[in-house]
């Protein structure tokens, strides 16, 4: 490659980049190499290397990504008239499709081209003159020009609609927590699918049915659609194949989940039937002043109660945080506790044990936190 620095997929290897939830580019990393990729965690993410194979399972099986994005090319370029000229060169017949609309999102940092709208309407031309791709902002199919430092690197986003939509989920709650950050807290928690999980405050079921799903052995993306399937790197019965690859288990154990709301627990009845784990979930309206373990072993309790971000609602939410922390203090023995919330004296307010604390993690503007215990006593 005359300028490049990576692989263009020319050759049958290139980067392919996970995107990480800020704060969470440590779990998805393990989580990428338990798949068996060689993973290596960066700023916003992690890599791996692969051929368009990897880029479908790892769209398909990963859990915690947020979007998967192919490097297919790298240069360095000072000027516009340099990134017209070089944006030829990129190998969009064998990427994209004539016939499948495209848009361009083009960002710059720290680099001699700093007006990213010019730099994403010279690709645009690129593609429209080289391969005749129609341009559209409605475009599911997106290619991504980052120039930093005065590098520029030019990504399809292979996954289209973010990785959390797993294609089950109709029903919301208010602050829902995204799949993709449930299923990398439960593995901050150890969880590996081999015991029972319970959240007494799970809203439209989010953890409780990502648990079900990995203890199950469902993959993530099996019942979406991708933005790679309208690439022209894409095989249909590769894909097929491996979608429908591997087996699934009943899992041994149950997953519980509570809510003082009727409707939220009508919303995750509803979710987890369509993801398919309704014969081992459990969903019953309860509060946590009332709740009780469930018979049998004990396993993960996991929360994200409701939290303020101003002081006034965060010293109203004090009692509930209490009398979470004393119910689960004096009914789950044996019990780990993973609690997300965005204040410490949140968390300390329900007098749990907590040993461990991971990283914090932005999210909707927030910086939320996992507290995690040990087995209560
Ligand atoms: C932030 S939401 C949880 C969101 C959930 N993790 C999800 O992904 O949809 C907090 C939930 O706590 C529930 N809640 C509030 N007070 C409660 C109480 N005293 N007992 C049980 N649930 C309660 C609310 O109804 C709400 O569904």
Known sequence: MSDGQIAAPRTSEFEIFLVAVPGLGGPLCAEARAHGFTAKTVSGGVTIKGGWPEVWRANLELRGP?????????FRVVHLAKLDTRARQVPWSTI???????????????????????AAQRIARAIQEELG??????????????????????????????????GHKEAVAKAPMRETMAALFLRQCGYTGSEPVLDPMCGSG???????????????????????????TFDAATWDAMRTAGTTQTPTHR???RDRDSGAIRMSRANAERA??????????????????????????????????????????????????????????????????????????????????????????????????????
Request: glycine share 8%; hydrophobic share 40%; with cysteine.
């Open 206 to 232: 989010t953890f409780v049915i990502e648990a079900a799903e990995i203890a199950a052995g469902l993959k993530p993306g099996r019942s979406r659609t991708f933005a790679f399937e309208k690439l022209a």
């Open 133 to 166: 791709a129609p341009i559209s902002n409605d475009a599911d199919v997106a290619i991504k020009a980052r120039i930093e430092n005065d590098i520029c690197t030019i990504a399809v986003d292979t996954s289209g609609e973010p990785l959390h939509k797993r």
């Open 66 to 74: 947020s979007r998967i994005l192919a490097r297919i090319d790298q």
């Open 255 to 257: 997953f519980y989940g």
């Open 96 to 118: 994209l499709r004539r016939d499948v609309p495209v848009r361009i999102e083009a960002s710059c940092k720290s680099s001699r081209i700093y007006h990213s709208g010019a």
């Open 276 to 377: 398919g784990v309704s014969a081992f979930t459990e969903f019953a309206e309860t509060s946590v002043q009332e709740l009780t373990a469930p018979d049998g072993p004990s396993g993960l309790v996991i929360v994200n109660p409701p939290y303020g971000d101003r002081l006034g609602e965060t010293n109203k939410l004090r009692p509930l945080y209490r009398a979470l922390g004393h119910t689960l203090m004096t009914r789950f023995p044996g019990w780990r506790v993973g609690l997300v919330t965005s204040d410490d004296n949140l968390a300390n307010a329900t007098g749990l044990p907590f040993s461990l604390t991971a990283e914090p993690v932005l999210h909707g503007g927030l910086r939320i936190k996992l507290y995690r215990t040990a087995a209560l006593p």
